[in-house]
């Protein structure tokens, strides 16, 4: 799934292939005794997770998640010799946005934000708390079976399945909104904290330029640039996010989950959601409940 483009300082640089036969994800599982990675330091220009169920030795504990940083040299023994676990490799434009554009359209994904860390060796720990760790397995599991059975819609399942991941890495790691402020990116901070505080209710991009203090025209164009993706955008992401994470985790019906995103039409909510997915509410939950 990953291909060699180039070398930097001698050190290769993959990047994740993308063609229709290619999943979006993909999953290995690694050992102590098992060649790690690419059996020597490398730089990979897309995200990559890696979740140890069993830990190896002292040095590290049963329900560490490793954030690889895109773009930053790693040393793939480093998470191999731990423990037992998966790694979880992905193209980050299949998240949403232009497919076809550059690394500056997803680095501001609120849910990538954490793979764009500075931490020097590329890797930032995270603990997964023991409650959620049978999630993150049995996630991982299903990830998995839809990459094996190649069902239809099985790329909209594994996505849908990897995005609760990232919510609870989004969640454990440094606020995305802090991130932003942090990078000096005071304008995508305001514009997320904004949509992440008001997305259940009506909210417009007429709404979110008024709480920044700009024209509606110009916010649009400046998030676009920075982004490659509209105001509009991010909001119904947040939404659509939301209303995946309570399919799979309540018995609520799709029109309160609708309601509970901000999404009071129904009929307007099932062709946001069918649009983004590529199946309806219903069948999505169902597709979970299986695996």
Same mark, same amino acid.
């Given at each position: 799934?990953?291909?060699?483009m180039?070398?930097?300082a001698?050190v290769?640089?993959?990047?994740y292939?993308?063609?229709?036969e290619?999943?979006?994800?993909s999953v290995?599982?690694?050992?102590p005794d098992?060649?790690?990675?690419h059996g020597?330091?490398h730089?990979?220009?897309?995200?990559v997770?890696?979740?140890i169920?069993?830990?190896a030795g002292p040095s590290?504990s049963? #329900?560490?998640a &490793?954030?690889? /940083?895109a773009? *930053?040299?790693?040393?793939?023994?480093? %998470?191999?010799?731990?423990?037992e676990g998966?790694?979880v490799?992905f193209?980050?434009t299949a998240?949403?946005g232009?497919g076809?554009?550059?690394?500056?359209?997803?680095?501001s994904h609120?849910?990538l934000?954490?793979f764009?860390?500075?931490?020097?060796?590329?890797l930032?720990?995270?603990h997964?708390?023991?409650?959620?760790?049978?999630?993150w397995?049995?996630?991982?599991?299903?990830i998995e079976?839809?990459?094996a059975?190649r #069902?239809d819609? &099985?790329?909209? /399942?594994a996505? *849908?399945?990897?995005?609760l991941?990232? %919510?609870?890495v989004?969640?454990l790691a440094?606020?995305?909104?802090g991130?932003?402020?942090?990078s000096n990116?005071?304008?995508?901070a305001?514009?997320?904290d904004?949509?992440e505080?008001?997305?259940a209710?009506?909210?417009?991009?007429r709404?979110?330029a008024?709480?920044v203090?700009?024209?509606?025209?110009?916010?649009?164009?400046?998030v676009?640039?920075?982004?490659?993706?509209t105001?509009?955008?991010?909001?119904t992401e947040?939404?659509?996010?939301?209303?995946?994470?309570?399919? *799979?985790?309540?018995?609520?019906?799709?029109?309160?989950?609708?309601?509970?995103?901000?999404?009071?039409d129904a009929g307007?909510?099932?062709?946001?959601f069918?649009h983004?997915n590529?199946?309806?509410?219903?069948?999505?939950?169902?597709?979970?409940?299986r695996?």
């Amino acid at each position: 799934m990953v291909t060699p483009m180039r070398y930097r300082a001698g050190v290769p640089v993959y990047r994740y292939r993308t063609a229709p036969e290619v999943p979006p994800v993909s999953v290995v599982r690694f050992h102590p005794d098992a060649p790690a990675g690419h059996g020597r330091r490398h730089i990979h220009e897309f995200p990559v997770l890696t979740y140890i169920n069993r830990a190896a030795g002292p040095s590290a504990s049963d #329900g560490d998640a &490793y954030v690889l /940083a895109a773009g *930053a040299v790693v040393d793939p023994t480093v %998470v191999a010799t731990i423990g037992e676990g998966y790694g979880v490799f992905f193209d980050p434009t299949a998240l949403g946005g232009d497919g076809q554009a550059p690394w500056s359209s997803w680095r501001s994904h609120p849910l990538l934000m954490p793979f764009l860390h500075g931490i020097p060796g590329g890797l930032l720990r995270l603990h997964v708390p023991s409650a959620r760790q049978p999630v993150w397995t049995s996630t991982i599991a299903s990830i998995e079976a839809e990459l094996a059975e190649r #069902g239809d819609g &099985y790329r909209q /399942a594994a996505l *849908a399945h990897l995005t609760l991941l990232l %919510v609870d890495v989004a969640r454990l790691a440094t606020d995305v909104v802090g991130d932003l402020r942090r990078s000096n990116e005071t304008l995508l901070a305001d514009v997320f904290d904004v949509i992440e505080r008001s997305y259940a209710s009506p909210l417009s991009l007429r709404d979110v330029a008024k709480a920044v203090g700009m024209t509606p025209g110009h916010l649009t164009t400046v998030v676009r640039r920075r982004t490659g993706r509209t105001v509009v955008d991010w909001i119904t992401e947040r939404r659509m996010n939301q209303a995946r994470q309570l399919l *799979a985790t309540t018995d609520l019906p799709v029109g309160e989950i609708a309601r509970r995103v901000g999404v009071p039409d129904a009929g307007y909510f099932a062709r946001l959601f069918r649009h983004g997915n590529g199946m309806t509410a219903r069948d999505w939950r169902q597709r979970v409940e299986r695996t």
